[in-house]
């Protein structure tokens, strides 16, 4: 699990960043400051989850046997990082309003991980 949420959060930190250089040079010209704002939003809640799923690796691999509740918080944090971020960069570039409906799903997801994350820390034993 440790190899798998490392390597994830180095993909998805390393994409956050290009995606916050494509807002800045690409789509500066071609979207509404609105639409530049929430495609800047999805860029800067994926690196905060991208780090912390590198957080939770590290202890996923510092610990002899990792809680469950460790290993959901990476889940749910990836799942947030694909709902919350992507839904907001589909409804930067589209303009398909609906898009943002599902952004509150991400959210949770991303809720849900931290409490999760609380919790197997509250438990750890190293």
Wanted: glycine fraction near 10%.
């Amino acid at each position: 699990m440790t190899q798998i949420f490392l390597s994830i959060a180095a993909i998805l930190g390393g994409l956050s960043v290009a995606a916050g250089a494509f807002a800045s040079h690409a789509l500066r010209e071609k979207i509404s400051e609105r639409s530049l704002e929430l495609f800047d939003v999805g860029a800067r809640y994926q690196m905060y989850h991208a780090l912390a799923l590198l957080l939770v690796a590290v202890l996923i691999s510092r610990t002899q046997s990792p809680p469950t509740t460790l290993i959901a918080s990476g889940w749910l944090f990836i799942v947030g990082i694909v709902i919350f971020s992507g839904s907001l960069y589909a409804l930067s570039l589209t303009g398909i309003k609906i898009l943002g409906a599902i952004t509150p799903l991400g959210g949770v997801a991303f809720l849900l991980g931290w409490g999760a994350l609380a919790v197997a820390a509250w438990n750890l034993k190293f």
